[in-house]
Nanobody, 116 residues
């Protein structure tokens, strides 16, 4: 089992920056990929960015060049640095982890609100 706890959400003006962080605990040694998804009101949950234990990233086209994902394998943390934020980035951001066995885990989510 893996537990994920997010932090760092909040309110920011358009054009600003915000970082969300996630700390994993439990059976962290078997985690393969970690990352972030988001879900806006009335929309489906969508991938933002993921990163493997080796540092290989997968970043949504809509945020590429503005969002950066990083991971600290020793601390079992994953961060998402969000720059040049747009109002359409307003959503609940969920931390995600995929273990080598194929099971997935989700955090509780953290709200990010970008005001225009």
């Amino acid at each position: 089992q893996v537990q994920l706890v997010e932090s760092g959400g909040g309110l920011v003006q358009a054009g600003g920056s915000l970082k969300v962080s996630c700390a994993a605990s439990g059976s962290t040694g078997s985690i393969n990929r970690m990352g972030w998804y988001r879900q806006a009101v009335g929309k489906q949950r969508e991938l933002v960015a993921t990163i493997s234990s080796g540092g290989s990233t997968n970043i949504a086209v809509s945020v590429k060049g503005r969002f950066t994902i990083s991971r600290d394998n020793a601390k079992n943390t994953v961060d998402l640095q969000m720059n040049s934020l747009k109002p359409e980035a307003t959503a609940v951001y969920y931390c995600w982890a995929l273990r080598l066995y194929g099971d997935e885990y989700w955090g509780q989510g953290t709200q990010v609100t970008v005001s225009s």
